[in-house]
């Protein structure tokens, strides 16, 4: 059973930062991509931030320059580091890895971004 669990959420003041982290467990053989999605309320889920199997990375146009997304593979850990947060960052962000067809959810952690 594959289990990803995040955690690193938090209240932070604009212009702060949060590391959230999203811990892969599970019998897993080959991941094609992880990815950090946001939910705020009364809006439709997005995309943030996405790394491939070959290293590669996409940001959405509203956090480039200002999150990163890395993994550990020996950790079977993927980051997301959210630096220069702003109010509209404020959401829960969720974990996900996709195999093949298969997409898996993490519970959510909520950031709130206070002005």
């Known amino acids: 059973q594959v289990q990803l669990v995040e955690s690193g959420g938090g209240l932070v003041q604009a212009g702060g930062s949060l590391r959230l982290s999203c811990a892969i467990s599970?019998?897993?053989?080959?991941?094609?991509?992880m990815g950090w999605y946001r939910q705020a309320p009364g809006k439709q889920r997005e995309l943030v931030a996405r790394?491939?199997?070959?290293?590669?990375?996409y940001y959405a146009d509203s956090v480039k320059g200002r999150f990163t997304i890395s993994r550990d593979n020996a950790k079977s850990t993927v980051y997301l580091e959210m630096n220069s947060l702003k109010p509209e960052d404020t959401a829960v962000y969720s974990c996900n890895i996709r195999v093949r067809v298969m997409n898996y959810w993490g519970q959510g952690t909520q950031v709130t971004v206070s002005s």
């Open positions: 790394i491939s199997r070959d290293g590669s990375t």
């Open positions: 599970g019998t897993i053989f080959s991941i094609d991509a």
